[in-house]
Structures are given as structure tokens and as C-alpha cells.
């Protein structure tokens, strides 16, 4: 399915947060320094280490793959998602001093992710996931316009819609080709606001706990 | 291309990194460690008065924004954190630490703060949560079980009872809720039991419906009784709990006896009610209504309703009564009854003479004639004088005699007096000893009384009881031992008369001879002195010690007769010869040849076996001689000490010894058979050699020195050699040279 690990990233979210109220209703929000709070915060900053390194280490393992990069890509989003929305229950809605700052980059990490998402699935791709140059898509589009003479709308349903889908994949291709240009800019630029954000991010979250081990001592 | 190890090692993302790290050590540089603070410190104070109370050095957390170190201890530092609250905090520790106050009614201390406090929930926020869900409210002795029921909970906050702060401990004010729920009655509640609740209420017991009065059960009209009857101005559950149980607290100033009947209600009177009381004359007052007090009104002795204070003797009421006129005193009941004046029982025993047995029954005038009570006398003669059988004799105590039952069988329990009696005193009339003087003065010695009647005619002195007894004249019993002659043996045994012919024991002789005749046997010798040889014991068996003569008697001696050896009358027993034949013949197998000397051979043990020892002779007895009789050898009368010890003395040479063996038979035989011999002389050629046989005549048939083989091998080598030198050549009697 096309938007397959929004959908799961929905379903975890959903799921976190009936049990988040149900606890809400029992005992109060959550304090950021009890128990429920610091498995929240400790899940979610783990899930966002993982988010980056899994995927970065994945897509430098080229002379021994392990799964498509789509896949590795869809769980890139999915823990994305979960991670920084327990860090943001973690926070038990008060974002004071160096801990607020946290929120905030995470805040502008998984937004800056939803949008480079968008662009990543517009730049053209093999099945795999590598990227298909343009004059490959040339090739492509030639291919479809000659099967698409060859097999007129004429037939039985069937060829019916083996041609619609044909005159589909046209048109994206078609598209594809138009906004190639642009596209691969605007991901090489989001790439140099993401990453380096994320990792301030990462930076500030170390310190984060490092403080809160210094100081709160786990609350001894 | 370059290999990064992550994508996020970009160029860019480095330098947003270092931006980071900067922009945290700038920001701490500047603002402290704030920055990591999780929220503003509470800004609250404790105030005293409009004042600001200091603790540590602040009045306020707030004072403390970055300085984290101040409650956040070094992990190294080795402190917690409620270690750094009560360095500032030190009352709380002494709360802890002595038990007092809030915190050690908790039990709370160091390791515990956060059970109840917390911080940096902002600057109005108070740093205490307790949850009253979780406070331990029970500990601080007010439980919140009531108020914590959902329906009271809703309406009721830690402020309803603490108000202004819940730092406010000072006792709460009840009164202005609980009126709302019931202002008549908590308006009674408080006027009967004060306004400090807490005195009795503890928020666990109400003390409502449900309250179980056990400790004085409410019955009857109590039970519906308003409790500040009995329990107004009881402001504490000490007060209550000691309320007095006696039903005069309450009803005193009821009491329609005014206080004549004394304070125990309860004896008559049960909470059922006042009326109906019951009064049980027997066990409630000190008079039980016997007789025919138990029928009379009761206002015959409660005259004019005076219930208390009546006097509960006779007299008190009946003196008016009084047929006697006080002659026999106040004490009625000492005669009379409830039942009746007239059923009287006059207890004769108070006037010291009671009444017993024959006594009882006499009419009273018997003894006081005409009506004569006082100074009748007690003792016996004082009425019986006039009758005394013994004429004064036996003095005027009849009671130590007679009692009460009647003169006859009278018993005197002589021996309470000095002379028992005892015997054939025992059954003699009283006069029989006391005729001649009064008991006081009559003698105790035998002779007072039987002098006249001594058939020793003084001869045995005034001391009878040595030997007689009060049982009979007759039975004597003689202490003998203590005369020179002691009774032993069968002495003992006789009667006295056997040897006291007479009535003067005195001069009974003492010689054996005296009292026992000589037998016949031993008519004129023996001599005189029979203990010589007898003892008292019998006069069999005569028991003459011979040890101590020259002759000492064993064996066989022991038991013969004496007269067995000393047989000769007219021969004294000091001259009896002590050889044996002086006694006894020699017998007829002797015949003289064994001489006179029997005990060479013999014992006094008998005759036989007669005990020789032969070794002493120059011809021991071995082997077979060692069985044979005496007499096998000894054939002879002539001697014994002449026989030959030679073996042919005795043994005959065989015929199958030619003479030329000559008389030394122990050359080959011994004493303990004739065979097998025994040759223990030289003898080179072997005996065993084949055809001798063993037999000696087979080779040396003429002489023990020389031999022939010619028995055998008479022709060996043809005849030709001499055949008694055969062991020349052949030493070893085999064949061949």
C-alpha cells in the first residue's frame, strides 16, 4: 500500500495515546520523572537513535544489503514517528529550559521528515529504491507509449483497464520527468537542514540526560 | 566516494553539532545551571506573622533558582536528596528522630521526603502533594475513613478541616460542618459533650447507632434513656468511659426514701421501673422474717413507716410482752422461737450443768424443789448423799466412778490412778482393797494386800512381782539369769518344781549330780563332774573334748562309743593305750607278717584302702605291680622286708626261654607287660630281618650271646659254611657277599 507505514505509524500513535488517557484518567498526566514518564522518554530517544542509525548504516552497506531500502526507509519513518511522539509524552506538556529546546528540535526534525518525505517518493525509483535517472525514464516512457499503441482501448474490460493503467504510469512518468530537475534540488537542500538539525538535536538530548542523571539521580 | 560510518557525519551536521555544544556551555555560562530545570521553584513562604521565616539561609525554594547543587547531591557526594532537605530542614530530622510533631507521627525521615513533597511545579505551586488518597492520615490519630466515603469525600477537602493551609495541625472545627447535617442535634451534642470532638471521636468510631453500650448493658426504661441524662458535661472518652454505675449518681435526687434506704437501688428496685420493687426480707436486711414475723404487717414492727435504725431483738419489740419480768434477761431467743412463745427449749447446759442421760429426763423439781433455781448444787452428793451404797468408803466423787446414766455400771478408770490394774486385779471387787482405808491412802505394795497369804514364809523377802505377775499366783516368771545359777539348755525348759522340791529356791543345790542320778553306764568311772561331758543342752551327745588329751580322735574314732575303746571299767580313761592292736585284732590275711605298726599302712579313715607307699622301699611299684593286692607278692608270712626284688623272685622263666638266657629279665621286658619287648642292648644285625619275626629263639635258640641261621637257611652255601657266622658276611642278613 502506498502510504502503508503512515498508517502503521497512526496505529502505534492511536494506541500510545488510549493507554496514555486511560492512565491520565487513573493517576494525572504522567510526570516526566516517574516511572511511566522515563520509560516514555528513554523508548522514544532510543527509537530516534535508531531511527537515524539503522537507516544511515543501511544505506552504506552496499556490498552486503539486508532488505530493500524502501523497507529500511518505511521503518526510518515509522520509528520516526512513534519516537519523538512518546519523547513529546515524556514532557508531560511543560517545556522549560534546556528540555523545552529538546522539544522544539525534535519538533522541527519530524516536520522537516514529513516534508522530505513527500520529496523522496516524487524523485523517480526502481522497485529497489535507487534512483532512476532521467534518461533511463526516457527509455521507460517510449516503451509504455509503443505497448500502449499496440493494445487498444477497444477489447474486453480486462484490456480495458491494462490500458488505463498503462496511460497512468504515462503520466507519472511524464510528471516525473518535468519535476526531475527541481526535485533532486530541493532534496539535496533538505538533506543539509535535516541531518544537521537532527543532530543538534541528538546533541542536546545527550545533555539532556546526562543532566538528569546528574542531578535527578533517577529521583533517588 | 568517501565511506561515512553514518549519515549523519556530514560536514554540515558536525558543524550543527559544535553550534550545539556551544550554544549549552554559552547558556550555562550565563544562566546557571537553570537550564535543565524541569520548572520554576515554589516561591511560597512560611510566614510568622507578616514575617518571612528563614530556613537555610532562604524563605523561599525560589531563592535557590541555580543553585541545584543545594538539593541535587553529586552522584560522588555519597548524599541523597532528603539528605540535603534536612541539612536545611533540620526540624524535620528532630521531629523524626524524636518521634514528635507531623513527621514523627509519619515516621517520616530522610529517605521518605518524596513521599509527600516534590518541587519546580512552578512559583505558586506548594512543594507538599499529600494525596489524601495516599496520606497516612490515621498516623497523625484521625482516621479519614468517614470522610473519605464518595459521598462525604465530594464535599470535603483537606481545607474543610485545615483551613487556610493544610499546614494548619490545630484541632479542626467540626461543629461548623456537622451543623449543617443536623443543627438541633449537634446543638445538643455540643452542649451536653463540649465542642472538642476530637476528645472522643478519632474518625474511625462514631459513637452513633451502631455503638454497643457494653460496658453497662441498657435494659429496661435505660434503654430509651437520653444519653446526657447520665453522661452530661463528659467532654472526653475517658470521662464517658468512667461514668459512675451506681444508680444513686443518677437518682439521688429522686429518692422518694430520701436517703433512709440507703444508695443500693438495685437491691429492690430494677431499670424496669421504680415501682414494683421487691424486698427479700431474708437476704437484703439483717432480720430474715421467720416463724410468725413472716405473717404479721409490716408496719406490726415498722411503726410508723420507720424502715431503718428497729432493733432486731426480741426485745426491741416484745419487751412489753415479757411473762418473766425480766428475770431471765433480754435474750428471748436464747429459749424461744419464732413459731411460738410457748414451744420453749430451755438449754440447761448455759447454767454450767448440762443435762445428759439420766438427768434429762427428771422433772426440773426433782432437783429444785419449789421451784428453787438459783444455788441448787452441782456435785453428785449435793442431791445423791443420802444414797451412797459405799457407806463414804470410797470417798464423795462419785463421777469418778458412776455417770450420768445411772449408778450401775460404774466404771472407774483405775488406771488414771497410780496403781494400774491389771491381771486378776482387774475382776476383785472394789472393797476387796479398799476396805481398810480410803483409796487416797491404800498401800500399792503386794504384801499390803497379801502378806498373810506367803507361802515362802518370807524366805523369798516382800518383793513378789520379782517373779510373780498380777495375772495368777501361779504365773511365775523367773528372771533366773540374774541368780548364780543361769537356766540354759534345757533348763530352761522345766518346771520350776522339777528342781525346787521345796518352798525355798534359795537353797536348791546346784551340782548336775544333785538333781540327775549316775546311769549305769557309767557306775565307777567317769568320775564326778558331768559338764566335763555334757552341757545342758542334752545329755546326748556328750561332748568331750578328746583334742585336748594326748589322743586326738579321727576318722572312724570320731564315731564310735566311748566305751567302744575305753572298755575296761576298772581302767581310769587317762591310762587307755593309744597303739592300734591295743584295740583291734589283727585280721586273719595278716598272720602276723605285717607286724603291729597298722599305721604304717593304714588310716583312721578305715581299714581299707590301706595307703603303703612302696616307693619308700628299695622296689618302687610301677607298671603293672602297681594294681596287684599285697598279698600277690607278700605270699609269705615270714616278712615283708625279705623279699627278693629280683623278677624271677616272683616270675618263672617261660618255656620258650632257654635256660641259657639267664635271670636279668629287664633286659627285655619292663613292669608294664611282658610284651612286646623292649631289647635295649647292642644289637647289629637287624631284628626285623625276614623270618625271625621278631621272636629271639628263631636265631639264638641256644644262648642270647651266640646265634645260628641254620633254623632258616640251614642250606645256604650248600651246607658248607658255618652257620654262626653268617653275619660275617652277611652283616645286614640280605643276600650276596
Redesign the interface.
Known sequence: MRYSELLIALALVAAITAGYFVMTAATGVPA??GFIGHLMGVVGFALMLLT??L???R??AMRRPRGSMRAWLRLHIVMGIVGPYLVLLHTAW?F????GALSLLTAIVVASGFIGRYIYTAVPRTADGAVVEAQELTVMLEALREADAANPATASAAARAAHRKIERRIRTIERQMAALRWQRRALATW??IH??????????GF??IT???????L?? | MR??????M?F??????V???LA?VG?IVVTG????????LSALTVTDGAQAVSTGGVTSHAQLEGR?DAC?A??WSGQ??GDRCVACHADVATQSATGTGLHGKLDANAATC?RCHTEHHGATASTTLADPRVFPHEQTGFVLTAHAQPAVAAAVGCRSCHPGSPRDYKVPDCVSCHQKLDAAKMAKHTDTYGAQCLNCHDGKDTYGHAFVHTTYALTGKHAGADCASCHKGSTTLAALRTTSTTCATCHAKNDVHQGRLGQSCGTCHTPDGWTGAQLDHGTQTTFPLAGKHAAVACESCHVNRQWSGLGTTCASCHKKDDPHAGKFGADCASCHNASDWKDAKFDHSITGFSLAQAHASVSCDKCHANKRFAGTPTTCVGCHASQDKHNGVLGNRCEQCHSATQWANASYNHNAAAFKLVGAHVGVTCERCHSKAPPASTVTTCVGCHAAKDVHNGSMGSVCETCHKPTAWMDVKVNHNAFAFKLTGAHAGVACSQCHKDSSPRNTPTACAACHNKPASHDSHFGGVCSSCHTTKAWRPAAFNHAATSYKLTGAHLSVTCLKCHTNPSVTYTGASTVCASCHKKPANHTGAMGSNCGQCHTTRGWSPSTFNHSTTSFPLTGAHTKLLCTKCHTSPTSFGGLPTSCVGCHNKPSNHPSSYGTVCTLCHTTTAWLPIHYTGPHTFPMTHHGAGGVCANCHAATLSGYSCAKCHANAHGGSRDQSKCASCHPDGRGGD
Not at chain 1, 211 to 217: D, E, I, K, Q, S
Not at chain 2, 3 to 8: H, N
Open positions: 516526566a520523572s537515524e542509525t537507516y544511515s548504516l544505506k552504506r511543560t522549560n529550559g534546556l528540555a538533506h543539509t541531518i544537521p538539525i537532527g543532530m543538534a538535536m541528538f546533541v542536546v545533555a539532556h543532566a538528569a542523571l546528574y542531578y535527578a539521580t529521583l533517588r | 565511506t561515512r560510518p553514518l549519515g549523519c556530514t554540515t551536521a558536525l558543524v550543527a553539532a553550534i550545539a555544544l549549552i547558556v545551571n537553570s537550564m535543565f530545570s524541569p520548572g520554576a541545584c541535587h553529586a552522584i541523597k536528596m518524596l
